[in-house]
Protein backbone atom coordinates (compact mmCIF):
# COMPACT_ATOMS: atom_id res chain seq x y z
CA UNK A 1 0.00 0.00 0.00
CA UNK A 2 1.40 3.39 -0.94
CA UNK A 3 0.38 6.45 1.36
CA UNK A 4 1.14 10.47 0.56
CA UNK A 5 1.77 12.13 3.23
CA UNK A 6 1.53 15.87 2.58
CA UNK A 7 2.39 18.41 5.76
CA UNK A 8 1.20 21.78 5.18
CA UNK A 9 3.25 24.58 7.16
CA UNK A 10 0.46 26.43 9.79
CA UNK A 11 2.48 29.30 8.97
CA UNK A 12 1.86 29.08 5.63
CA UNK A 13 -2.11 28.77 5.99
CA UNK A 14 -2.26 32.25 8.46
CA UNK A 15 -0.24 34.28 5.58
CA UNK A 16 -2.36 32.97 2.66
CA UNK A 17 -5.90 34.25 4.25
CA UNK A 18 -6.67 37.51 3.50
CA UNK A 19 -7.63 40.36 5.94
CA UNK A 20 -10.31 42.61 6.41
CA UNK A 21 -10.45 45.94 6.79
CA UNK A 22 -10.69 45.73 10.79
CA UNK A 23 -7.21 43.78 10.76
CA UNK A 24 -6.01 46.35 8.39
CA UNK A 25 -6.52 49.47 11.18
CA UNK A 26 -5.82 47.17 13.94
CA UNK A 27 -2.22 46.15 12.75
CA UNK A 28 -1.54 49.96 11.16
CA UNK A 29 -1.91 51.00 14.75
CA UNK A 30 0.35 48.65 16.17
CA UNK A 31 2.44 49.67 13.59
CA UNK A 32 2.39 53.17 14.22
CA UNK A 33 2.71 52.24 18.18
CA UNK A 34 5.88 50.24 17.80
CA UNK A 35 7.51 53.16 15.62
CA UNK A 36 6.20 56.20 18.05
CA UNK A 37 7.54 53.61 21.07
CA UNK A 38 11.22 53.37 19.17
CA UNK A 39 11.79 56.61 18.27
CA UNK A 40 10.67 58.15 21.94
CA UNK A 41 13.65 55.67 23.13
CA UNK A 42 12.33 53.27 24.78
CA UNK A 43 13.45 49.53 24.54
CA UNK A 44 12.54 46.29 25.64
CA UNK A 45 9.10 46.41 25.30
CA UNK A 46 5.58 44.98 23.48
CA UNK A 47 3.27 47.82 21.58
CA UNK A 48 -0.24 46.66 22.82
CA UNK A 49 -3.93 47.70 23.14
CA UNK A 50 -5.78 47.91 26.17
CA UNK A 51 -8.98 49.49 25.82
CA UNK A 52 -8.58 51.27 22.80
CA UNK A 53 -5.47 52.72 24.11
CA UNK A 54 -1.75 52.40 22.78
CA UNK A 55 0.35 50.94 25.58
CA UNK A 56 3.85 50.27 26.21
CA UNK A 57 4.90 46.94 28.52
CA UNK A 58 8.03 46.21 29.69
CA UNK A 59 9.75 43.31 28.64
CA UNK A 60 10.18 41.93 32.59
CA UNK A 61 6.08 42.72 33.25
CA UNK A 62 5.16 40.80 29.94
CA UNK A 63 6.59 36.82 31.31
Request: net charge positive; glycine share 4%; aromatic share 14%.
Amino acid sequence: MVMNLKYVDPAYMIRTVSTNASNTVYFRLLAQSVVHGAVAGYTSYISSLINRRQTYIPYSVSY
